[in-house]
């Protein structure tokens, strides 16, 4: 029997913007993680925010097409939006409020779910809210195995320090946190050259660039390793 993942994090409305007009897609990083499970076959449930809303019902129906049970905070603030605009040949990004400032409540449904899941997986979370960080923490305490892809954006990154801080201290309670050369420059503002060398002992490091770069390196944090072995 499959393995059964809560995936936390982000899930959100792609509006793309062109010439030929604006199309709107679900998305988010958590999102597309718990729909790629199910696709192989591997149980999965989604604790995301959405809105009650249009944007939010298409997420809904998304997901169910999928077989991905979502546990949502509903948010008045509505769904968060992602919206880039194509102008000479270049994509200009955006974000919602809501989604800028997205929220998780870990509410009794969901810490039973991740209290229940074999694997929990955090994808798009937002690190740099300390509140948000504290409830996380205490949701996937002792959970065997726990895995963060922390995926920062610029346009969402509201304190790259909270943030790395926050990550760092997460070590403790995860078996992996992969990070990209995109996301090391980013929170760091070092290349992964320099940042890997500082790291923990206990935190063997390596380097893979997001898709879109041409860098052929492999990239990933494993942390809590002697407790993984």
Do not use: C, Y
């Amino acid at each position: 029997m499959s393995a059964r993942v809560v995936v936390i994090g982000d899930a959100l409305i792609d509006e793309l913007v062109g010439d030929e007009g604006t199309t709107h897609q679900v998305g988010g990083s958590a999102l597309n993680v718990a729909v790629g499970l199910s696709i192989l076959g591997v149980p999965a449930r989604l604790v995301a925010m959405i809105g009650d809303d249009v944007d939010g019902a298409l997420i809904r129906g998304h997901l169910a097409d999928f077989g991905v049970e979502l546990l949502p905070t509903i948010t008045p603030l509505g769904t968060g939006v992602a919206r880039s605009e194509r102008a000479d040949g270049e994509a200009h990004p955006s974000f919602s409020d809501s989604l800028v400032g997205r929220r998780i409540d870990f509410d009794d449904t969901q810490r039973a779910a991740i209290a229940e899941a074999d694997v929990v997986a955090v994808s798009g979370f937002p690190f740099d809210a300390p509140a948000q960080v504290e409830l996380l923490e205490r949701a996937v305490a002792g959970r065997p195995h726990v895995a963060v892809d922390p995926n920062p954006r610029l346009g969402l990154l509201r304190d790259a320090d909270a943030f790395r801080r926050a990550l760092e201290g997460f070590g403790g309670l995860a078996q992996l946190i992969k990070l990209s050369d995109d996301d090391i420059e980013l929170l760091w503002g070092e290349p992964v050259a320099e940042v890997a060398p500082a790291s923990s002992p206990a935190i063997p490091t390596s380097s893979r660039p997001r898709a879109g770069r041409a860098r052929a390196s492999a990239s990933a944090m494993h942390a809590g390793a002697s407790r993984a072995s």
